[in-house]
């Protein structure tokens, strides 16, 4: 069911909600948290789908703010979707025109459940410091997605200088089955020391920054990061691990598959897909609490890390 409310206030909306709860049942009830998404008119339903998939493993109260700061006239147009529109959600859509997208605090504040953490998504171009944006400052985690700027790298760097324990970053999300299966790989026999790290992938991927960050941090050794060019297909492609006894590498050899090579060990092919926007919510949503080990590659700056064109 989607309730349309055009020209609108907050308060409107708020009521309305209490008046759909009176009617069909405490749809609120069971909710874990409230999530806002930052988003610009007609850029909604991708991330809405998203989260309404997330839903289904985090129950959650959704709002979306979209704006348009440049029109003429003030005005708030709202919506409201319970039931199958909703996943296991409710969400609300506030499209601020005007001079009310100029006080986004004051439109969600009387929106958010009570005692309830909030988590704040900005799922394209971020601002600077999202910590002290409006947003920012009402909830307990916030994430960016830096892949989805003009320029992911330089998106990246801004994140990383306005970091605050709580931030986080779909680019990071994105790592976390990279991450795992090269652990996996080390706490394996024999157990030599890493002389040498090579990280390739393509030139619009801060996934491959911050792995190779990752990778120097916790192996304290040089990382080469090797650029492709434009024509190769996008994300991560190899990491290779050096040691005396042979290198490990890591490979994605075609979508979705990747091949592991060892040294006196037959080859492995994994499962190793390119996670959605989805998958990487519904991870962020599982931990409320800082991501200790994202702050620290990003207080690395990422120094270990040599590039070079291939």
């Known amino acids: 069911?989607?309730?349309?409310?055009?020209?609108?206030?907050?308060?409107?909306?708020?009521?309305?909600?209490?008046?759909?709860?009176?009617?069909?049942?405490?749809?609120?009830?069971?909710?874990?948290?409230?999530?806002?998404?930052?988003?610009?008119?007609?850029?909604?339903?991708?991330?809405?789908?998203?989260?309404?998939?997330?839903?289904?493993?985090?129950?959650?109260?959704?709002?979306?703010?979209?704006?348009?700061?440049?029109?003429?006239?003030?005005?708030?147009?709202?919506?409201?979707?319970?039931?199958?529109?909703?996943?296991?959600?409710?969400?609300?859509?506030?499209?601020?025109?005007?001079?009310?997208?100029?006080?986004?605090?004051?439109?969600?504040?009387?929106?958010?459940?009570?005692?309830?953490?909030?988590?704040?998504?900005?799922?394209?171009?971020?601002?600077?410091?999202?910590?002290?944006?409006?947003?920012?400052?009402l909830a307990q985690r916030r994430i960016t997605d830096a892949g989805a700027a003009r320029d992911p790298h330089e998106a990246l760097r801004r994140i990383a200088a306005g970091y605050r324990p709580g931030d986080t970053d779909f680019a990071w999300t994105r790592l976390t089955l990279w991450r795992a299966q090269l652990a996996a790989a080390l706490d394996q026999p024999p157990y030599a020391a890493i002389t040498a790290v090579e990280v390739s992938g393509a030139a619009d991927s801060p996934s491959t920054s911050l792995l190779a960050a990752w990778l120097g941090l916790r192996l304290q050794v040089e990382v080469r990061v090797q650029v492709a060019d434009a024509s190769a297909a996008g994300g991560i492609h190899r990491v290779a691990l050096h040691r005396d006894a042979g290198p490990i590498v890591l490979e994605r050899t075609r979508p979705g598959v990747a091949r592991l090579q060892q040294p006196g060990q037959p080859?492995?092919?994994?499962?190793?897909?390119?996670?959605?926007?989805?998958?990487?919510?519904?991870?962020?949503?599982?931990?409320?609490?800082?991501?200790?080990?994202?702050?620290?590659?990003?207080?690395?700056?990422?120094?270990?890390?040599?590039?070079a064109q291939r």
Request: a negative charge; glycine letters at 8%; aromatic letters at 2%.
């Open 267 to 307: 080859d492995h092919e994994l499962s190793l897909p390119r996670r959605g926007l989805r998958e990487c919510l519904a991870e962020e949503l599982r931990r409320l609490d800082p991501d200790d080990e994202f702050g620290a590659v990003l207080a690395s700056g990422f120094g270990a890390a040599t590039v």
């Open 1 to 137: 069911m989607i309730i349309d409310l055009p020209d609108t206030t907050a308060s409107q909306v708020s009521k309305t909600l209490v008046r759909i709860r009176d009617e069909a049942g405490a749809v609120a009830l069971g909710r874990v948290l409230t999530l806002i998404i930052t988003s610009e008119i007609g850029e909604e339903e991708d991330v809405i789908a998203a989260a309404n998939e997330a839903s289904r493993e985090h129950p959650m109260r959704i709002i979306v703010v979209s704006t348009d700061p440049a029109a003429a006239t003030a005005r708030l147009d709202a919506e409201i979707r319970v039931g199958g529109d909703a996943g296991a959600s409710e969400v609300i859509v506030l499209r601020a025109h005007g001079g009310t997208a100029t006080d986004l605090r004051g439109l969600v504040t009387g929106l958010l459940l009570p005692d309830a953490p909030v988590v704040s998504w900005w799922p394209g171009e971020c601002p600077d410091a999202v910590c002290d944006t409006p947003l920012g400052r």
